[in-house]
C-alpha cells in the first residue's frame, strides 16, 4: 500500500458536468462556455486545481468537437488565467469511436486530457494506435491521465508499460471508485483493491467517487497519498445528505476535510509540477 507523504500537497480537480447529467438533474449544471468559465474561478476560489471539462452541443448533449472546445478554454483562461489546470475529457459516452477520441486531442492541443482505458484500448489490437497517441502528446506536452474503473487496467495498463509501449515512464492515472449506473453509491474501502500490495504503482494519483460519501472516498485517497476529484459529474449531494447548491460547495467541502486534517491543498502550479515529475 502506498506510504502517505507528509510533504505532499493535494490537489483537488473539479468535474463539474460530466457527459451525462442535464439541467433536469440539477439546475446548477453548466453546459455552456461561460458558465464552464464562472463554474471555474468559483471552484477556484474554493480551493481546486484544476478543472475538468466536458463541453455540449446546442441540444446540451456531450459532443467531443474542437471548437467547442476551444471556445470553453478561451472562456475558461479570461476567467482565471492559468491558475487552474484545465483537462478535456475523451470519454466516448456511447458515441465516438476510438479514433475520434483521439483526434479532438490532436485538433485540440490542450494543456491535459483524460483518457478511458477501456475505451481506447478495448483490446490488444488498439495497443499500437493508442502508444502511438500517448507519444504524440508527451512530444506536445500535453498530460496525460488515464482512467482506471477497475484493478484488472490497473494491471492492463501496467503490463503496456512493462513491454515498453507507453512513451512515459510513469503516468498519472485517476480511479474510479464504482460505475455510472443509477443509484451508484461508493464507499472508501473501494479504493483498497486499487492499491493493494500486489498492484502497480503509479506515481501520481486522483480519486473520483460517485454518491453521498464521495467527500469520504477522495479523503481516503489524500490520506494514502492521492488526489482528489469532485464535482457535479459524479455527484450531487453533500455529505449530509442536502443537494449541493453548486459545484464550489463540493470543492469548499473536500478542501475543508484536507484543512482538518492539516494536508495542504496544492495549486495549479504545484499540479502541472507534481505532473511533471510523475512523466519525466
Known sequence: MPEPDTDMAVAIAVAPNGGRRTRAD??????????????????????????????????????LEAEAYRDAIRAVRHEVGDRLVIQITTEAVGLYRPQEQMEVVR???????????????????????????????????????????HP??????????????????DIPVLYVLGRYTEGQ???????????????????????????????????AAALLGGHMRTGFENNLFLPDGRLAPDNAALVATVAGALHGLSIPTADADRLRADWSVATN
Not at 463554474?39 to 452541443?57: I, Q, Y
Not at 484488472?152 to 515512464?169: N, S, V
Not at 453509491?185 to 480519486?207: E, K, Q, T, W, Y
Open 26 to 63: 440539477h439546475p446548477a449544471l453548466p453546459q455552456t462556455a461561460g458558465e464552464l468559465a464562472r463554474t471555474a474561478a468559483a471552484c477556484l476560489d474554493a480551493g481546486a486545481a484544476m478543472v475538468h471539462m466536458h463541453v455540449r452541443g446546442p441540444d446540451g448533449r456531450h459532443i
Open 107 to 149: 485538433e485540440v492541443r490542450p494543456e491535459a486530457a483524460s483518457l478511458a482505458l477501456r475505451e481506447l484500448v478495448p483490446d490488444a489490437s488498439h495497443e499500437a494506435d493508442f502508444a502511438r497517441f500517448l507519444a504524440f502528446m508527451a512530444r506536445e506536452k500535453i498530460v496525460p491521465q488515464i482512467i482506471l474503473y
Open 152 to 169: 484488472d487496467e490497473a494491471r492492463q495498463l501496467d503490463d503496456m508499460r512493462m513491454r515498453g509501449l507507453l512513451p512515459l515512464e
Open 185 to 219: 453509491r461508493s464507499a472508501p474501502a473501494d479504493l483498497l483493491p486499487f492499491i493493494g500490495p500486489d498492484m502497480p504503482r503509479f506515481g501520481h494519483f486522483m480519486v473520483c467517487a460517485f454518491g453521498r460519501r464521495e467527500a469520504a472516498c477522495v479523503t
